[in-house]
């Protein structure tokens, strides 16, 4: 059965900086792409930064350039998020999914099987 969990949400001061963890199984994870989003309530998810497993590519929106760093972990089978000078618009629920399907741009319609999602609170 494929899962998905997502770890290491917390509290923080604007400027600090998390570390997101995707633990991935029940599947082969270099055959796929592991997706970051977030969705703060009353809005629609969006889209921050994906790894495809099968050549490395990276993709990152423009509110996570700079910022933010995706990471593989084919050994652990876990999906990294690396977030950098965070401020309180990054305050979210931050969730891992997985596509199958090629992709140059973030297209949340692409992923399936989120995970439940990890809350990152950022303070003034």
């Known amino acids: 059965e494929v899962h998905l969990v997502e770890s290491g949400g917390g509290l923080v001061q604007a400027g600090g900086s998390l570390r997101l963890s995707c633990a991935a199984s029940?599947?082969?994870?270099?055959?796929?792409?592991i997706g970051w989003f977030r969705q703060i309530p009353g809005r629609e998810r969006e889209g921050v930064s994906f790894?495809?497993?099968?050549?490395?590519?990276?993709y990152y929106t423009d509110s996570a350039k700079g910022r933010f760093t995706i990471i593989g972990d084919r050994a652990k089978n876990t999906v990294y998020l690396q977030m950098n000078n965070l401020q309180p618009e990054d305050t979210a629920v931050y969730y891992c999914?997985?596509?199958?399907?090629?992709?140059?741009?973030?297209?949340?319609?692409?992923?399936?099987?989120w995970g439940q999602g990890t809350q990152v609170t950022v303070s003034t």
């Open positions: 029940g599947f082969t994870f270099d055959d796929y792409i």
């Open positions: 790894i495809n497993n099968i050549d490395g590519r990276t």
């Open positions: 999914a997985r596509s199958a399907f090629q992709m140059t741009t973030m297209t949340p319609s692409l992923f399936a099987n």
